[in-house]
């Protein structure tokens, strides 16, 4: 089989790894093939906002563990395939040549061990920096259980290193694997990967990431945010992903096969029907930006007695009809913070009310034409 049809095959088995998929402008668009047949392009959001198409694959699909949330378990039947480093590094060189790439973004199963499957990572970003001279973006996934030491070598190829950290707690993931112990093999090594790129390190210049599969197991929202704020706030984590668990995939004991019907079935992974699993996933990433951009504490957030939140408003919605003393806020008076907490309001906006204060009294909102959700929490 040539490369490209390895790929093929691999790249549709990284669909499980979903991270962000309703962030852009389609929620469902990473989820589907794209129109000329190459799913190993992966369209992204970049950092500045704009759009780009990264190549993202896996190295090998046949994974030596038998987590049981995983469609890639070892006890799962489906056609192993394997690319080696020289492949994927040529592969990409030459694609490069033919359509502009943002970069690569590899991931793989467990080949034999996490440290050979680490190598092969690590091999191929190493090509691509000393025999290439590529110097875009390159994101590797820390394979759990690798050594500190292949943690290491990754750090010194690539510009963004990702350890999913699937469930909020070892409770959780004892639900799911037997294969790995999370305290061990996922949360030591999240520790010590943002230990070794922490500021005034000499990996600093890496980013780095993970990743919560939403549904496999019973946690709460509160459960997976709390974990998340504790990344942030205690281990400096840059970025937090979610990924809804996609029912019928794992095996029939784990709790997201066990759910109701109603609630995950199949085609309802669609963020307009408000039971829907992306719906939760979606909510998940609007809380994760009250937290990381908005200045929001994990307190503040609101949660229904099931620990959940609300599916059918937003978060900041939510937060700002339980506080309605807060409000309304003058434009003229507000300071930028505080009018992040207005719904609708977002970074850009807030800039920009304060940008056009210094020009002079803002007198009509209506001129303004700001958001219309933003308008019952705000006068002049």
Request: glycine share 8%; charged share 20%; net charge positive.
């Amino acid at each position: 089989m040539d490369t490209q049809g390895k790929l093929d095959i691999l790249s549709s088995d990284a669909q499980y790894d979903l991270s962000c998929s309703c962030g852009t402008n389609d929620p469902l668009e990473q989820r589907k093939r794209s129109a000329d047949g190459s799913r190993w392009l992966y369209p992204v959001t970049t950092a500045s906002g704009g759009a780009g198409i990264m190549l993202k694959t896996l190295m090998g699909n046949r994974c030596a563990g038998d987590c049981r949330y995983c469609p890639l378990r070892s006890s799962a039947d489906f056609r192993p395939v394997a690319l080696s480093s020289e492949e994927i590094v040529r592969f990409f060189l030459d694609l490069t040549t033919r359509r502009k790439l943002i970069g690569l973004f590899l991931s793989s199963a467990v080949l034999g061990t996490p440290d050979k499957t680490m190598q092969l990572l690590i091999d191929a970003a190493r090509q691509l920096r000393v025999r290439h001279r590529y110097r875009g973006y390159i994101h590797l996934k820390i394979i759990p259980g690798c050594s500190l030491n292949a943690i290491d070598e990754a750090i010194k190829y690539a510009s963004a290193l990702s350890l999913n950290i699937e469930v909020p707690s070892a409770r959780h993931y004892e639900q799911l694997s037997a294969y790995q112990s999370w305290e061990r093999d996922i949360a030591f090594g999240l520790n010590y990967l943002t230990q070794r790129t922490a500021k005034g390190t000499a990996g600093e210049r890496c980013t780095t990431s993970t990743q919560f599969i939403v549904g496999a197991s019973d946690e709460e929202d509160r459960e997976i945010l709390g974990a998340v704020n504790h990344l942030y706030q205690n281990l400096g984590l840059d970025r937090s992903f979610f990924s809804a668990y996609q029912r019928g995939l794992g095996d029939s004991s784990i709790p997201g096969e066990k759910a109701s019907q109603s609630v995950i079935q199949p085609d309802l992974f669609d963020i307009s029907h408000s039971s829907g699993p992306l719906v939760r996933e979606h909510r998940l990433y609007q809380a994760e930006w009250l937290l990381r951009v908005y200045g929001f504490s994990l307190e503040e957030l609101c949660f229904s007695e099931d620990g959940n939140l609300s599916l059918l408003t937003d978060p900041k919605l939510t937060w700002a009809r339980a506080n309605t003393g807060l409000f309304p806020l003058s434009v003229n008076r507000a300071s930028e913070q505080e009018l992040l907490r207005v719904p609708g309001i977002g970074p850009v906006w807030a800039k920009r009310i304060i940008a056009l204060r210094r020009q002079g009294r803002i007198g009509s909102l209506h001129n303004l034409r700001l958001p219309a959700n933003s308008l019952p929490y705000l006068i002049r």
